[in-house]
Structure formats: C-alpha cells, structure tokens
C-alpha cells in the first residue's frame, strides 16, 4: 500500500489543522493505521492510531483531548483534525500502515512521505 499525506503547513498557536492520508493500492481495511511526528533532533513519536474499523483509537498524552484521528476506508482515506496548536506540534507529520495495533514505530511497515507542520508563537 502507497501512502501520501498532505494538509500540513504554517499556523498560529491555537490554530486548527486538518492532516489527510490517501491510500493506493491495497484496501485500508485490513490495516491499523496511524499518525507520527518528527521534531528537529528528535526521535520519531506516535500521535494517534485508530484499528481497522476505526472503532478504537489512542492518543499520545501530548495530544490527547485536542487531536482526532479518524478514517474512511471506503475512500481509502485517514485523517488527523488537529486543534489548539501549539509551537511543541511543529514537526513533520508521517501517516503509517500496519497489521497490529500499537504505538511502537516497528509495527508499521508502511510509510508515508510526511508533511510539515509548523505553528509559529
């Protein structure tokens, strides 16, 4: 499955921001899929993920309450709504595929390219 997602770019702290993830190729259905974010000189960080139906997710503390991860597998589509940001949100946003569900960035053998993010104070 090929992965590309978009919608990331330049904001005021306690904006809003919508991330997209389109899928091709195979279906979504049979995958976990989730969000990661990369700061400068830092190690990749999970931010949400959601299971196949979309009917569990999980959220790292940094984010929980203020970002929501969902899908729409009919559309081969996932999406990160983001709000109240903050300058600590800046980094590239990667969406990933895997067959398990769980955080660890080892899970997800697929990729996405990334999209930049960055909330300015």
């Known amino acids: 499955v090929q992965l590309q997602a978009s919608g990331g770019g330049l904001v005021q702290a306690g904006d809003s921001l919508r991330l997209t993830c389109a899928a091709s190729?195979?279906?979504?259905?049979?995958?976990?899929m989730g969000w990661f974010r990369q700061a400068p000189g830092k190690e990749r960080e999970w931010v949400a993920i959601?299971?196949?139906?979309?009917?569990?997710?999980d959220y790292a503390n940094s984010v929980k309450g203020r970002f929501t991860i969902s899908r729409d597998n009919a559309r081969k589509m996932l999406f990160l709504q983001m709000s109240s940001l903050g300058p600590e949100d800046t980094a590239v946003y990667y969406c990933?595929?895997?067959?398990?569900?769980?955080?660890?960035?080892?899970?997800?053998?697929?990729w996405g390219q990334g999209t930049q993010v960055t909330v300015s104070s």
């Open positions: 190729g195979r279906t979504l259905r049979t995958y976990t």
């Open positions: 959601i299971d196949k139906n979309g009917s569990k997710t």
């Open positions: 990933a595929a895997g067959l398990s569900y769980g955080s660890y960035t080892a899970l997800y053998a697929y």
